[in-house]
C-alpha cells in the first residue's frame, strides 16, 4: 500500500513537473520582489524617522520631550514639551470613536441581521463611499458646514475646536467599523441564528446576545484600526482644529494635532535643519509608535477573542 501511494505521489509530482511553464517559475520571483520592496520600503521609513528623530533629541533633551506641558517650538524660548500635541490629538480620537462606534456598529448590525440582500447590494456601497471622499473634503466640510452649524447652537464655540472636526473624523471611519464588524458578523454560522431562534429567542435578542459575542473578534480589531486611523487622521483636523497647542481638556477652542503641527513645518514654517525642523521628526516618530500599537493591539485581540466554528 505504502508503495501504491508513493508512487500515486510520484506521478503527481512527475504531471506537475511536465506542465510548468514560464509564468510558474517567473511568478514566484515577481511576488517575491514584491514582498522584499514592501519590506524594504518599511525598513527605510523607520530608519528615516529613527535617525532625524535621534538628530533631535542631541539637541533638545528627551525629557523635555516626554514630560513638558509646553510646545512652542516658534517663540523666542521655544519649548518641545509633546504632550499638547498627543492631547490634542486624543481629543479627536475620542470624540470621532464616541460618534462612529455606535453607528458603525447599529449599521454592520443592521446590514448582517435585519436588511434584505436588495437593501443590503444598495446600502452597503453607498456606505462604503464615504471611504473614497478625500480627506480635504471631509476638512473642509468640517470647516464650512459643521462648525458654524454647531456655533449656531452654541455660540460660545471657537471658529477652531476639537468638536467639528471629530463628528467628521467619525463620520470618516464609520465605513472601516460598519464594514468590518459586519464580515464578521455574516461569518458567523447560520447554525448558531436558527438554534437561538428555535430556542425562543427573539430576533434582536438573537443579533445582541449571540451573534454581537461570536464576532467580538472581528468587532474589536475594526474599531481599534478605525481609532488608529483616526490617530493619523491629517487634513481635516489640519483645516478645522487650529493650529493653538493646548494642554487643556477644553474641546471648544483651537488646538493642534501631531498630524497637524507636521502639516505645518512641512508646508515651510521652519527652516530646513533648525531645532524645529527636525522637531517634526520627533512627531512623526511618536505617532508611529501610537499607529504601532494600535495594529500590534488589534492583532492581540484578533488572536485573543478569535472563534473557530
Known sequence: ??????????????????????????????????????????????????????????????????????????????????????????????????????????????????????????????????????????????????????????????????????????????PLISSMSEDAMSSVPNKMREGALGLGATKFEVATKVILPAATSGIMASIVLAISRAIGETMIVSLAAGSTPSASLDITGSIQTMTGYIVQVATGDATFGTDTYYSIYAVGFTLFLFTLAMNLISQWITKRFREEY
Open 1 to 174: 500500500m505504502a508503495n501504491k501511494n508513493r508512487s500515486v505521489s510520484e506521478m503527481i509530482e512527475k504531471n506537475n513537473a511536465n506542465k510548468k511553464g514560464a509564468s510558474d517559475k517567473i511568478v514566484p520571483i515577481i511576488l517575491g520582489t514584491i514582498a522584499i520592496f514592501s519590506i524594504l520600503a518599511t525598513i527605510g521609513i523607520v530608519v528615516t524617522l529613527l535617525t532625524e528623530t535621534i538628530t533631535f533629541f542631541t539637541r533638545i533633551p528627551i525629557t523635555e520631550f516626554l514630560f513638558s506641558m509646553e510646545w512652542t517650538p516658534f517663540s523666542s524660548d521655544p519649548k518641545f514639551g509633546i504632550w499638547p500635541l498627543i492631547l490634542g490629538t486624543l481629543k479627536i480620537t475620542v470624540i470621532a470613536t464616541i460618534v462612529a462606534v455606535p453607528l458603525g456598529l447599529g449599521a454592520a448590525l443592521y446590514l448582517s441581521e435585519y436588511a434584505s440582500p436588495r437593501a443590503k447590494s444598495i446600502i452597503k456601497p453607498i456606505l462604503e463611499i464615504l471611504s473614497g471622499i478625500p480627506t480635504i473634503v471631509f476638512g473642509f466640510f468640517a470647516l464650512t458646514f459643521v462648525t458654524p452649524l454647531i456655533r449656531g447652537i452654541f455660540p460660545d464655540i471657537g471658529s477652531f475646536n476639537s468638536i467639528s472636526p471629530g463628528l467628521v473624523v467619525g463620520v470618516m471611519i464609520i
